[in-house]
Nanobody, 124 residues
Framework: VQLQASGGGLVQAGGSSRLSCVASGRAFSTYGLAWFRQAPGNERKFVAA????????YYAKSVKGRFTVSRDDAKNTVYLQMNNLKPEDTAVYYCAAALGAWESPSSRDEYDLWGQGTLVTVSS
């Protein structure tokens, strides 16, 4: 199983962008899915996650109310809609999938698969 993220680029502050992450394999609907981000010189941090049920979501405080995570199991795709972007949102964004038990969605240790990352740059 592989994850392929796309949709990053240069965005002005206050603008919007949508990231996508497509997974190969047939068991996508059973995965817990998440987005993390890593700014230069910083560790990789949790952004958002969505449960296998498709409606339970989790967000970091810094993005709550601005970002929305969703999934389309028919397309093996998880999305991250980012609105009202700020310069501090600049980072490489990674999608991740948890194949088994999923007790702490914000922990990197929960995830078995990672995408290659896509860069989002927010200009002021």
């Amino acid at each position: 199983v592989q994850l392929q993220a796309s949709g990053g680029g240069l965005v002005q502050a206050g603008g919007s962008s949508r990231l996508s992450c497509v997974a190969s394999g047939r068991a996508f609907s059973t995965y817990g899915l998440a987005w993390f981000r890593q700014a230069p010189g910083n560790e990789r941090k949790f952004v958002a996650a969505i449960h296998r049920n498709g409606w339970t979501t989790y967000y970091a405080k810094s993005v709550k109310g601005r970002f929305t995570v969703s999934r389309d199991d028919a397309k093996n795709t998880v999305y991250l809609q980012m609105n009202n972007l700020k310069p501090e949102d600049t980072a490489v964004y990674y999608c991740a999938a948890a194949l088994g038990a999923w007790e702490s969605p914000s922990s990197r240790d929960e995830y078995d698969l990672w995408g290659q990352g896509t860069l989002v740059t927010v200009s002021s």
